[in-house]
């Protein structure tokens, strides 16, 4: 473990936090200390350029807050350096530009593998939703509390049974 001493110089301490209490730190202290020193080291990192790697990728939300806020406390969110955030919450003051904006950018990013839209915020950007064609990320409508699913405007839906009437009548049968 890394610690910043009063002099601003890093020392090694070992864990666990008995040899803290030895040394005259609380462990409150240290991880206080210890936050301001992961802090530091990514602040140093930033300038570097990051490797992309295939074995993580992000689930980016554009979803009303209640829905947004369960995948936060499950885990999905996440904010980078330059605070940029994976989510959208969407709420009466969110204007379609906004909403737009956030699309493009989701389905842009390379760290996104996989856009939670849901279906009345799609409704609102229909075009660009059903204009999007990539892949990766993959974008998915998903029910929100307030609004009711429906299948007749959901774009992978339609696809599918799309392939599926095509498929049918190149091999003749109905």
Do not use: W
Not at 56 to 61: G, Q, W
Not at 91 to 113: G, P, Q
């Amino acid at each position: 473990m890394c610690f910043m001493n009063t002099t601003n110089q890093i020392d090694n301490f070992d864990f666990p936090p008995e040899n803290l209490r030895l040394k005259g730190f609380s462990l409150y202290y240290y991880s206080q200390r210890y936050l301001e020193v992961e802090l530091a080291l990514e602040l140093q990192m930033a300038g570097r350029a990051q490797i992309a790697t295939k074995s993580s990728a992000l689930i980016a939300m554009i979803a009303d807050e209640d829905t947004v806020t369960g995948f936060l406390l499950a885990g999905v969110g996440n904010v980078d350096l330059r605070r940029k955030t994976n989510y959208l919450i969407v709420d009466s003051k969110t204007t379609v530009k906004a909403i737009e904006d956030a699309f493009k950018e989701f389905t842009t990013r390379e760290d996104i593998a996989v856009v939670l839209i849901s279906q009345y915020v799609a409704n609102m950007i229909r075009f660009l939703v059903d204009s999007y064609n990539k892949p990766v990320p993959a974008i998915l409508e998903i029910p929100s509390k307030d609004h009711p699913y429906d299948p007749a405007h959901d774009s992978v839906l339609s696809r599918v049974k799309y392939l599926f009437s095509a498929e049918s009548v190149a091999s003749g049968r109905r």
